[in-house]
């Protein structure tokens, strides 16, 4: 075992580190690929910047060169700056309110399709929607939602002979109130461009109902032009989230990544086609590998990584077994904690270790502070935490911006952590089973 260990080691060590020079081939590649997926031009260049800045001075990992490593990086800020976990499903208010939603966008964006998409969607959910037929500009408008309408079997609000937008609207929101219909989407007309009669006529909708969802529908295939837009109705009337149409043309979707950036709302669902249940939530992976379109060498970084991150955990046994592990390497695990599972999963290997420390021990919120108060340490200190007098004690806290107390409930629990460690990391039965475990 030994021998291959230190065989694991050398290779782990990562010789290479991300440089200007050395990514130079793979940054005018990932440019030309986000122009080609027709990413607006600022969104490309701030983006990249930002990327490299992250990366420089990053190891290379063993098996990949610093381009391909970099395309990974890509990928992985991409669908960071894509998602919005937290906002990304319909805000929606219980069953026994309604919750108004408002649709807008430019003409042929894919706002009466949309609505219909989304009133089934939400039909399958077990709600009751009430389309509102809120376009008066274009005469075939309302027959085009009451045809949709039909076909998805929700109802369709319209008020014969009213000019106003906004008291189609208003009259809607009484009626789905009284006939108990828990969400209202209004459908609203768009021009081919950006007018101040299309701004105020939403503006009008919008105080008469007051949505909780303005969602603004862009065609995908407008690429960077849908921005400028977005930014308009963002200024003028509040966007709550976006909703990329025409996802199933051949564009690359660069749009999604302009909007994120600029207009900063969550994207909500992708439409994936011209009939009713082409509506899908949207994925941020999905969406970064379409972009970029780099997919091999993302998952041959992949791969790469989870090579290391088994290595690592090997090393760790190791230093386990050897009863050496020590600050340094819990501070280590501590940084690593993202790229290769927390320090639970790590402990949940070892047999019976889990009841031994709870899960307080391993609270996030401590993470911080702890890394804090390790990094307060000298050398000596990290490696052998018995010489941490009271004075020392008092000086790391003090430099960590922590207290004394917890400098106390650091060590003691690092303590309990490598007496677990030591009476199960020597178990013989074990080690054998990790071994196995790491597929060795
Ligand atoms: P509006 O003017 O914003 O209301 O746009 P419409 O809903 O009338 O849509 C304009 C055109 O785009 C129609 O022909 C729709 O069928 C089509 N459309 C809308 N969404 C999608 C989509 O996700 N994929 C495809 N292929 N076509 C779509
Ligand atoms: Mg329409």
Redo the contacts with the bound molecule.
């Keep these: 075992i030994s021998d291959k260990f230190s065989g694991i080691m050398r290779t782990f060590a990562g010789k290479s580190k991300i440089t200007e020079k050395n990514i130079q081939d793979a940054v005018e590649e990932i440019k030309v690929a986000l122009l080609d997926a027709d990413v607006n031009l600022r969104v490309v260049r701030r983006f990249i910047n930002g990327t490299m800045e992250e990366a420089l001075g990053e190891k290379v990992l063993k098996a990949v060169d610093p381009g391909q490593q970099f395309v990974k990086i890509v990928y992985d800020r991409m669908v960071a700056l894509l998602g919005d976990e937290e906002n990304q499903k319909l805000l929606l208010k219980g069953p026994d309110t309604t919750t108004v939603i408002l649709m807008m ?10 609505s219909a998409k989304l009133a089934a969607r939400l039909k399958r959910e077990g709600r009751r929607p009430l389309l509102v037929a809120a ?1 008066l500009v274009r005469p075939a408008a309302i027959l ?1 939602l009451q045809v949709l309408g039909e076909s998805v079997g929700v109802p369709v609000f319209t008020l014969e002979g009213e000019k106003d937008p906004s008291k189609v609207a208003k009259a809607a929101l009484s009626q789905a109130r009284k006939d108990q219909r828990d969400i209202l989407i209004v ?1 609203t007309s ?1 021009r081919m461009h950006l007018d101040q009669t299309l701004m105020d006529e939403i503006q009008k909708v919008r105080d008469a109902i007051k949505p909780d969802e303005t969602l603004f ?1 862009a065609d995908s295939m407008t690429g960077q032009n849908a921005v400028a837009i977005a930014q308009e109705f963002e200024q003028k009337v509040g966007i709550s989230g976006v909703i990329l ?5 051949d564009t690359r979707g660069g749009a999604a990544l302009s909007l994120r950036s600029v207009v900063g709302k969550p994207i909500k669902f992708i ?4 009939k009713m249940d ?1 509506i899908e939530p949207f994925y941020p992976e999905r969406i970064a590998s379409r972009i970029l379109g780099m997919g091999d060498i993302v998952s041959l970084v992949e791969k790469a990584q989870s090579a290391i991150d088994e290595k690592d955990a090997l090393r760790m046994q190791e230093k386990m077994a050897k009863n050496t592990f020590d600050l340094q390497d819990y501070l280590d695990q501590l940084n690593n904690m993202d790229k290769m599972g927390s320090m639970e999963q790590l402990l949940e290997m070892i047999p019976g270790a889990k009841g031994q420390i709870s899960e307080d021990d391993i609270d996030k919120a401590e993470i911080r502070r702890e890394k804090a108060i390790i990094l307060s340490m000298t050398y000596a200190e990290r490696a052998n935490y018995h010489i941490m007098g009271p004075t020392r004690r008092k000086r790391v806290a003090a430099g960590s911006g922590t207290t004394v107390s917890d400098v106390n409930r650091l060590l003691k629990k690092f303590e309990k952590m490598r007496l677990t460690m030591k009476k199960f990391a020597k178990n013989k039965k074990y080690q054998a089973a990790m071994l196995k475990q790491m597929g060795m």
Aim: charged share 30%; proline share 0%; glycine share 24%.
């Design positions: 966008g430019l003409q042929g964006s894919g706002k009466t399709t949309t376009d085009q459908d768009g529908v149409s025409k996802f199933d043309s439409g994936v086609g011209e082409d």
